[in-house]
Nanobody, 126 residues
Framework: VQVMESGGGAVQAGGSLRLSCVVE????????LGWFRRTPRKERDGVSA???????NYASSVKGRFSISADFAKNTLYLQMNALKPEDTAMYYC?????????????????????WGQGTQVTVAS
C-alpha cells in the first residue's frame, strides 16, 4: 500500500487549500481513511476521518471549516480546508487502514491506522 499526499502550500489567513491523497494497492471495499497533522510542539492530531459507509468525523477545531471526501474511481482522498487560521499551520498526513468494521464515528486516533504518507506542509500566515 502506497500513500502520497499533495496540495500543501502557503496561504493567508482566511484562505483555502485542498489536500489530496492517493492511496494505491488498497481495498476500497472496506476501509478507514483519515487526515492528521503535526506541529513541532505537538503530537500527531487527528483532523478528520471517513469510514467505509461514508460516515465522517472531524476534530472540533476544524468542524465547519474542513471537509473530507473521497473519489474511489481515482483512489483519492481529499481534505478541503476553508477559512484557514495560523493555528492550522502543520505538516498534514494522510492515513489508511483496511477494516471490515462499521464506524458510526470514524476514529481520529493515530493508532487505528496502519498506512501513512510522508506528509505535506500547510503554512497559514496571519
Amino acid at each position: 500500500v502506497q500513500v502520497m499526499e499533495s496540495g500543501g502550500g502557503a496561504v493567508q489567513a482566511g484562505g483555502s487549500l485542498r489536500l489530496s491523497c492517493v492511496v494505491e494497492g488498497f481495498s476500497y471495499s472496506h476501509f478507514l481513511l483519515g487526515w492528521f497533522r503535526r506541529t513541532p510542539r505537538k503530537e500527531r492530531d487527528g483532523v478528520s476521518a471517513v469510514g467505509g459507509l461514508g460516515t465522517t468525523n472531524y476534530a472540533s477545531s476544524v468542524k465547519g471549516r474542513f471537509s473530507i471526501s473521497a473519489d474511489f474511481a481515482k483512489n483519492t482522498l481529499y481534505l478541503q480546508m476553508n477559512a484557514l487560521k495560523p493555528e492550522d499551520t502543520a505538516m498534514y498526513y494522510c492515513a489508511a487502514q483496511e477494516s471490515f468494521a462499521y464506524y458510526p464515528v470514524p476514529p481520529l486516533g493515530a493508532d487505528e491506522y496502519k498506512y501513512w504518507g510522508q506528509g505535506t506542509q500547510v503554512t497559514v500566515a496571519s
